[in-house]
């Protein structure tokens, strides 16, 4: 890889990483799995602000299971409503919103989250975005540092202003044979 | 230089050929579910009132089923709607199977999602009616905690109240009798609830494979 496209090829590499980094910071904390024993009937919107902002939160992290990559606070679909009631009435059963969430998974298994609990082979889609940038970043400093000293090096070359013209000549100054 | 680009070439295409030959072949319809090898859900649900032929040994209309008093039988739920054309193929088999286990520890029951009762129990009368109940599940709570994702589905509940088996679209008779035959041949040593003494109303009838 010429060195000039070291530091283009780090830049690649951290823009492609960037949105899934910035998607990993939604981590929900890991849950235990609660048992849902109870049949709950979904209930109908309150007046209570703080308990329709947590059915809110709640039913953002959901998928709705019969559409396409939506929330169930999205979806417009019948049984999205329904789960959202089942939410409202699990929280006014006296739920965390962790347990409420624990039961979804129960049911539908991960797949219901929108962020996937960071454990196991999930741990991937965390951490793999970071090692990525770390890479990314690693290959434009390297990149830059090889790309900045090289005109010093190479006097007698042209300015530094012509770095690809620097890159050719360099090279050819050094295969040079020794004078005799 | 050339074994340094194919190195990278490699190391940028590599991932991408595994990713698309991974998640190709994927049916992006199914979403793996974590309910069979666990306890089934229970559920105590009313039954859907119809005029058509019904069977004696199940609960009738105005009656409600609670699942947990069938532990000992094997419990065949099949989620379906009178708008899902796939479950309007599903009837007759299904139809079919229950009357031939009767006498059997199996039960079967068709629960109703998102669907007017008078809608359902119009097309069951069309059709020549059911010889098993259809349950109202009316605010599709029973169908959340199945985790159903559509209709039709099917549960096969093992005798030990654990779900066997679940099938997402459409079932067969074939199908139904495979799993049927398999939970039935599994040894229950547990106590057998009430349920289970219904049993017997009408003679047993051996059904083939």
Redesign the interface.
Known sequence: ?SRTRIPLLGAAVLILAAPLALSGQSTPPGQSVVP??E????TARTDDPELEAQVRKLSRELRC??CQALSIDDSPS??AR??K??IRARLQAGMTPEEVRAT??????E?VLLSPEPQGFNLLIYVLPVLVLLLGAGIVLVGMRRWLVQPESGASGPGPGDPAEARETVPSAERAPPAS | MNVKRMILGLFITVPIIVLLAVNLGRDPRFIPSPLPGREAPNFTLPVLETSGPYSVREPGPGEVVDLASLRGSVVVVNFWASWCLSCRSEHVPLSRLADQYGGQDVHFFRILYNDRPENAASLIERMGGQSYPTLLDSRSGTAIRYGLTGVPETFFIARDGRVAHKQIGPTDHDLIVQWVNRLLAEEWTGPRQEGGERVGLRSPAPVEP
């Not at chain 1, 049949?39 to 979904?42: I, S, V």
């Not at chain 1, 979804?104 to 298994?109: H, K, L």
């Open positions: 890889v849902d024993p049949q709950f009937e979904a299971p019969t019948e049984l329904e789960m009631g089942q979804f998974v129960e049911a539908y298994g797949w």
